[in-house]
């Protein structure tokens, strides 16, 4: 399978998704329950790796339907911010919002590289220090969904 379905309003802070999924809604009742917002995410490889002033993020598809949709949501949605959720039995662990670099995205054959850096040392440490958590954390068998803007983008495991 190459594609994971996703509900999004999860994908934010924890208890500020659907009412009775948390924090309660606030104000009047409607008659009108909300209705989910789902989004097939691609499924791809993903390998984490430091690189000089801060990380690279590679993901990759086998499957060209998948490989196009990576590609094409990046290039919709570059220039915002990244971040990656890790998961672990569909349980958030770690979220690592890499505000801390500038991040941009590069084609490649199989998908996309995102690459976070910083020109401050210690923006640099903090983004090196995100990478050896998310990198551990896949090797030791979580997801990863690579977002950006809050949008998903691509979901996998290295």
């Known amino acids: 399978m190459s594609s994971v379905m996703m509900e999004r309003a999860g994908m934010a802070m924890q208890g500020m998704s659907m009412p009775g999924m948390g924090a309660p809604m606030a104000g009047p009742t409607t008659a009108m329950p909300g ?3 789902w989004l097939m995410v691609p499924r791809c490889t993903l390998k984490m790796e430091k690189c000089t ?17 990576v590609q ?3 290039k919709m949605l570059a220039g915002g911010m990244c971040s990656c959720c890790m998961m672990m039995n569909g349980m958030m662990v770690c979220t690592c919002n890499l505000t801390m670099g500038m991040c941009k995205c590069d084609m490649t054959k199989d998908g996309v590289c995102i690459t976070c850096t910083s020109g401050d040392s210690k923006c640099c440490d ?6 050896e958590c998310m990198g551990c954390m896949l090797d ?4 990863c969904c690579v977002m950006m ?3 998903p983008v691509c979901c996998g495991c290295c």
Request: aromatic share 0%.
């Open 126 to 131: 903090m983004i090196q220090a995100c990478c």
């Open 140 to 143: 030791s068998g979580c997801t």
């Open 72 to 74: 094409n949501l990046c």
């Open 35 to 37: 209705v989910m917002n």
């Open 149 to 151: 803007n809050n949008t």
């Open 53 to 69: 002033g801060g990380m690279k993020i590679n993901c990759s598809c086998d499957d060209k339907m998948a490989c196009s949709m």
